[in-house]
């Protein structure tokens, strides 16, 4: 993503002396990678004003006219604490969130029969728990455990459903053990589907050579398109290399993708 602002930056620099009929912004947001913080505020604050917009993800030069969500949720359970010798003198949390893995496991697989989307290499929302934390000894009753996962609904499944899906199946266990329930929802970023006769998408897909695709990451795009924009997704780069140690961009990827830009840039500012 880093890279797409300096390739920006270089596309613009030869139309410096040239007038824009329309208004050229390079637009960075905070916290993209989690909250989407900055994306939020932008859509609160009812700016910036404009028609057309392309995130510079990495999708290897692709447009990406549709891309999952991403929930991130953190389950606590809070039970009571005892000596092991005596079950009855705890409330053992473990138990219960044996429980709820048992929920999410059977939410897993209702995902994988009842929704399919045939864009997706993943063609069903996934549900990965990601890591569990709880006691501290094996002659200790678990008084506390704490478990994180995500979700990744597809186009046209609603965050807000989501939730209310997870509290009900989840927040009434606990009730045999004598233990409590709480659900932090952590990170919620809709999932994105280019608008119906999009002019960019079709602009992309003949400048590239390349169909419209679908990736499983979430980027500011339904925020945008809040906004009322005609978003895609298109950048330098492949997302298997995002988050790895020494990250690097292709150098056979720069060229390539400035000229793409300066098109667009001509073709809707000038």
Known sequence: MKSFFALAIEAVKPLLDKTPKQPLIILATADEESSMAGAKALVEAGKPEARYALIGEPTGLKPIATHKGIIVEKLVIQGKSGHSSNPALGANALLTMHDALGELRTLQAEFRERYHNPLFEVDYPTLNLGHIHGGDNPNRICGHCE?????????????????????QRLLALGTEEGTELSLEHLVGVPPFACQEQSELLRYCEQLTGHSAGAVAFATEAP????????????????????????????????????????????RYCF
């Not at 478990?147 to 509290?167: D, K, T, V």
């Not at 925020?223 to 056979?252: K, R, S």
């Open 147 to 167: 478990l994180g996962f995500e979700i990744r609904p597809l186009p046209g499944m609603n965050i807000e459903e989501l939730y209310q899906q997870l509290e």
């Open 223 to 266: 925020y945008l398109q809040q906004l009322g924009m005609d978003v895609l997704v298109m950048g330098p780069g492949d997302i298997d290399q995002a988050h790895q140690p020494n990250e690097y961009l292709a150098t056979g990827r720069i060229q390539p993708m400035t000229d793409y830009l300066s098109q667009l840039i001509n």
